[in-house]
């Protein structure tokens, strides 16, 4: 390209005397809708404002072909060793190989459990699994159905404490169904672990229709834990494909809290105000499986039990607060399975297990209490945290929510 | 949005001869837009951008340019109507984090922007107990999601410049503090012929030209973000940037020889100026536009009723 003498390039820059054209001009001018004199002066405007060329060119519209790749592949890809196209192509090998050796082993070992369930069950069924079987109604049947159908989604996947259940379920319910098989992955286990909470949950306003969004929630890798859930993150943490999958949260049109554990595909509505009858069910729950908790929590969120003492102190924090009964969500901040979700009138509800128990925190300091809605969640780390409110109040917090300050 | 100018006959004869139809286009009866608000919202529109002396004809033409769903959406939410502003959620509240990503290019900056963003948009701004949302500000010149990228570019290059000018300022305090800065050398003065004949050639670019020269040699863009710029082919304007640049040449060492240098010593104060000329590059950024930030100051106040 023919270069330009640097006294050109200099006088180029040249600033301008008007005001910016507004918003509405650049748009138009970039979506091509401005014409005559009104697009005549936007170009004289943007001929000698950097920055208005800055803006139009910053807003354009992104490109299908720009769309940035996931990191995991990316940066699996940039590790120095293999970048020589050699080693790229030994790397590919390597992993279809390994594929394909770790499919092997799962066909047999499928086929292995198939005929242990096809077998009179050895087993002893475990006592009252889950709210769904307790009951003797008629329509008990499609809904174990339904459950397993849940349960046994695109991984196959029922970790070893559901895969228990389901059978025992099998066994007290006279209605004959195959029994799901198995495949023992760590993400597997944890998907379904999550997905089996949100099922005794929701246990109590089961209905088809419901059981139907429940099946449609196939697990998949996370593809992101964004701090702001309505945000898409883009990009992938690797961080969360080691531990338990993270869901994703947005808000509804309608003031919906909604998670995702498919990245995104589905989204499920959360009740963030807690319903104590739903609490001593799913504690009961818990305490009637302590065989098939211990044996998912082993395997699948060792993470988890580190965090007991914490989920305990929540639990108690729960029980204490008095919550209203409608909660209009406008905000939400989640880190992991740590989720806060701010609403209108002040509401500030917060997780510690990934929305299956809710508690509203109220902040307050010294006489004073948070109001607004709150618009801006936002956690820097799992300790400290702003919010932000309609009432242009800002509160922070420097241990997880147990003390506030609002600034001044 | 208001505008200050007096709304002409032409132009409320134009808005009621529409109306009904625009009103229904607009959706305007399901979130809570009257016949009456959504003509007085047409009438500052067309007002705010139409010349005096408008005719019923070009005032007609114009409003039927507008999107007006998007007029109508916009301007309810900014009046506080639910309806209007759950549909605004559904619509662009993902692609406002994905412009903000787009735009900011790192997550936790993205974020911040279109947080702060948000809460224009809702209107956290309180005047006299009444929201000012920054939807008010909407006209429908371009379409929504365009107009919420190009905010959240202004608001991305203010901070920029924010940030620019802090840096600049605490590097020249440490400078100063810490280093009997040398005096800087005197730049060699370009002669004044090629200084004179630079700017006429300059002048006499067609502004579209010198917006793309502007871009690509001063701003750095590539040729295929300029193109995007203007919705031409790359290779369209790889060969206007190259005309262009020569011509340019030629114009000045022409208006060099007017002025009555030999070609020689027009071509050999160019190469100079190529070559040698010093140019404080962080200087001339500084400087290289008009320290305004983009604002919003006309933007109606609304009172949003049940807030929720």
């Not at chain 1, 039990?305 to 919550?323: H, I, W, Y």
């Amino acid at each position: 390209m023919e270069s330009l003498p640097k006294l050109v390039v200099k006088r180029l820059q040249s600033p301008i005397a008007d005001s910016h054209p507004d918003a509405d001009l650049l748009t138009a001018f970039a979506e091509q809708s401005l014409a005559g004199a009104e697009r005549d002066h936007v170009v004289v405007h943007l001929a000698r404002c950097g920055d208005c060329r800055e803006v139009v060119s910053l807003a354009l519209p992104a490109q299908i072909e720009s769309q940035p790749v996931p990191h995991t592949i990316e940066n699996w890809f940039r590790w120095p060793l293999l970048r020589g196209s050699a080693w790229h192509w030994t790397a590919v090998a390597a992993g279809l190989v390994l594929i394909a050796s770790i499919g092997v082993m799962q066909l047999r070992r499928q086929q292995g459990s198939e005929v242990a369930s096809n077998a009179p069950q050895a087993q002893p069924p475990i006592a009252a699994p889950t709210p769904s079987v307790e009951r003797s109604s008629p329509d008990a049947a499609p809904q174990t159905r339904m459950q397993k159908d849940a349960l046994a989604t695109p991984h196959v996947g029922a970790s070893i404490g559901e895969n228990k259940r389901v059978r025992s379920a099998a066994a007290q319910n006279p209605t004959p169904a195959p029994a799901p098989q198995t495949i023992e992955s760590p993400e597997t286990l944890a998907q379904s672990q999550i997905q089996d909470q949100l099922i005794q949950n929701k246990v109590a306003e089961q209905s088809p229709a419901y059981a139907n969004r429940v099946d449609k929630a196939k697990p998949a890798l996370p593809q992101g834990s964004p701090a702001m859930a309505p945000a898409p993150s883009l990009r992938t943490d690797p961080s969360l494909l080691k531990g338990p999958p993270a869901p994703r949260w947005t808000i509804s049109a309608g003031g919906g809290l909604q998670r995702s554990f498919d990245g995104g595909k589905t989204w499920l509505d959360v009740n963030v105000v807690a319903d104590d009858s739903a609490l001593d069910r799913r504690e009961k729950t818990q305490m009637t499986t302590p065989e098939a908790q211990a044996d998912a929590t082993a395997e699948a969120r060792p993470a988890a039990q580190a965090e007991g003492k914490k989920q305990a102190d929540f639990k108690t924090k729960q029980s204490v607060l008095v919550v209203p009964a409608i909660f209009r969500a406008l905000s939400v901040s989640s880190n992991a399975a740590e989720v806060w979700a701010g609403g209108s009138s002040g509401a500030l509800y917060h997780t510690v297990d990934a929305g299956n128990s809710w508690a509203r925190v109220l902040p307050s300091a010294v006489g004073l209490v948070l109001t607004g809605d709150i618009l801006i969640i936002q956690f820097s780390d799992p300790r400290n945290g702003t919010i932000t409110t309609s009432t242009s109040e800002i509160w922070t917090t420097p241990d997880d929510g147990q003390t506030w300050q609002k600034q001044q | 949005m208001r505008s200050t100018k007096p709304i002409s006959a032409s132009v409320h004869l134009a808005v009621s001869d529409l109306l009904a139809d625009l009103h229904a286009k607009g959706g305007c009866e399901k979130i809570g837009l009257t016949h009456e608000s959504f003509a007085v919202i047409l009438c500052e529109v067309a007002t705010k951008y139409l010349p005096a002396g408008t005719t019923r004809a070009d005032a007609r033409t114009f409003l039927l340019t507008l999107r007006i769903d998007e007029l109508a959406l916009a301007q309810a939410c900014a009046a506080g109507d639910n309806s209007a502003w759950e549909l605004f959620l559904t619509r662009y509240r993902e692609k406002l984090y994905q412009s903000a990503l787009r735009v900011a290019r790192e997550d936790s900056a993205a974020r911040d922007l279109a947080d702060s963003l948000y809460a224009e948009l809702y209107g956290t701004t309180t005047r006299n107990g009444e929201r000012i949302s920054k939807l008010a500000s909407f006209t429908g010149r371009g379409s929504l999601e365009g107009w919420l990228r190009t905010v959240l570019a202004q608001e991305f290059v203010n901070r920029y410049r924010r940030t620019k000018r802090e840096v600049s300022l605490d590097e020249e305090g440490e400078e100063g503090a810490q280093f009997a800065a040398p005096q800087p050398e005197p730049l060699p003065s370009a002669d004044s012929r090629l200084e004179s004949a630079t700017d006429a050639a300059l002048a006499a670019l067609d502004p579209e030209d010198r917006m793309v020269l502007a871009a690509y040699y001063l701003d750095g863009r590539t040729l295929a973000e300029v193109a995007r710029m203007l919705r031409v082919h790359e290779s369209t304007i790889s060969r206007k940037v190259d005309k262009l640049a020569k011509s340019l040449r030629k114009r000045i060492l022409a208006g060099m020889m007017q002025h009555g240098m030999s070609r020689r010593q027009a071509e050999e104060a160019l190469e100079m100026d190529v070559r040698d000329l010093q140019v404080d590059i962080r200087r001339s950024l500084a400087q290289d536009s008009p320290a305004r930030a983009f604002s919003d100051k006309e933007v109606r106040v609304r009172t949003r009723e049940g807030s929720g």
